[in-house]
């Protein structure tokens, strides 16, 4: 066949393909605000995720690629906002787009999350352009779906050891970067877009980002990072896993956080109708969770306040249970069932100074300090430092 005649047939399938391909339009005047104090449900993730009630609530977040549009339009039709969950911080082996193009998504990896199997962080600082056009396709995906935000997870890859040889400023420039790209490209589909947790970047992004969604502010004593978003009637949703109501209830209602506590392996709304502002308050009625009363069969005598002074046992350099270090939080993990597995994983961070455990939930915080730690009262908890 005559050269010039492929030539010409190889261009013209070019322009069919091209002419066929959907145009897409910039839709940022329709993308739909969430306003501060509205109530949401969380199937999206958490123990409590298949059984959190979407009874008069407002905003409902699901799995965006487990989600189909048909569900979608079902939550629509009961006055639902719906966000969908993506990660667009890490590659995880199990998404039906990874396993499609493996080597597009092996190309852009960086550490593993050694947290989570399967799973591997983005490096965005060497793959910052491969990456927005494999992200892409899941904002689009979601947008077709018919998605009326996007809850961004694992923006924190600048504060971890996320990809080798990096360092941190750089990491942080790469976060904030893409973090623009997301919020204009999320805007441009028609949707909003969350900030999770990345507390320190809330200055960077208070005008980009349309929402926050942060777990364990109350825990780590941070909700009062969140109050930028408040203050611009933008909303704040929340989780926490097993602490106390009543100090949820007053930190979230303080800083207008709508939080959830995972009790049971449920989640259990924090707020009650007058924790928010609405024209047709009588049209949503919220149940309420009370908090059960515990009994105080004796009087005990109250704690010493907390100081350094508060010395460790010899034998494994654990502070009495009780209490915990301070500092700022590096990471925490679940399945953590002693302090020696606690303190092997602060020795595999390169940060960590101290860590603090609870031992019957098996979680395990990492701490950093660049000095002598405050020692705090928390009752379940102890600590140590990296080494003994």
């Not at 030539?7 to 070019?14: E, K």
């Not at 329709?30 to 969380?42: E, F, I, M, T």
């Not at 911080?89 to 092996?106: A, L, P």
């Not at 976060?175 to 320190?200: C, E, P, R, V």
């Amino acid at each position: 066949m005559n050269y010039y005649l492929i030539s010409a047939l190889v261009f013209l399938g070019y322009i069919l393909e091209t002419l066929s391909a959907p145009t897409r339009v910039d839709r940022s005047a329709s993308v739909k605000r969430l306003q501060s104090g509205l109530p949401w449900a969380n199937r999206a993730w958490g123990k409590g995720k298949s059984s959190d009630s979407t009874k008069n609530v407002k905003v409902v977040d699901v799995d965006g690629f487990d989600i189909s549009s048909s569900d979608i339009e079902n939550y629509h039709a009961k006055g639902m906002q719906v966000l969908c969950y993506i990660s667009v911080g890490t590659v995880e082996s199990w998404r039906s787009d990874v396993k499609d193009n493996k080597d597009d998504w092996d190309e852009i990896k960086g550490k593993n999350m050694d947290e989570w199997s399967g799973e591997t962080w983005i490096d965005i600082v060497h793959k910052l352009s491969e990456t927005k056009k494999l992200m892409r396709k899941r904002f689009e995906m979601c947008a077709d779906k018919g998605c009326d935000s996007i809850e961004a997870d694992n923006v924190d890859c600048y504060q971890t050891d996320c990809i080798s040889g990096t360092s941190k400023s750089e990491k942080k420039k790469a976060q904030i970067s893409y973090g623009k790209w997301q919020t204009q490209t999320a805007h441009g589909l028609g949707m909003s877009i969350g900030l999770k947790n990345s507390l320190d970047l809330i200055k960077d992004f208070i005008n980009d980002y349309d929402y926050a969604m942060n777990e364990q502010c109350v825990e780590y004593g941070e909700c009062h990072f969140l109050e930028p978003f408040h203050k611009a009637n933008k909303a704040v949703f929340g989780t926490e896993y097993g602490e106390k109501d009543t100090e949820i209830k007053s930190e979230a209602k303080r800083y207008g956080v709508m939080s959830k506590n995972e009790k049971g392996g449920e989640w259990v709304n924090m707020w009650s109708s007058s924790d928010y502002d609405d024209d047709d308050e009588e049209e949503y009625k919220y149940e309420r969770y009370e908090e059960k009363e515990e009994k105080k069969t004796s009087t005990s005598t109250a704690k010493p306040t907390p100081t350094k002074s508060i010395k460790t046992d010899d034998e494994d350099c654990l502070l009495p249970e009780g209490y915990e270090y301070g500092g700022s939080h590096i990471e925490s993990f679940y399945d953590t069932p002693t302090p020696e597995d606690c303190r092997a994983k602060c020795k595999n961070v390169s940060q960590c100074t101290h860590f603090n455990i609870n031992v019957e939930r098996e979680r395990c915080y990492l701490k950093y300090n660049s000095g002598e730690p405050k020692v705090n009262e928390r009752e379940g908890y102890t600590g140590g430092p990296r080494n003994c």
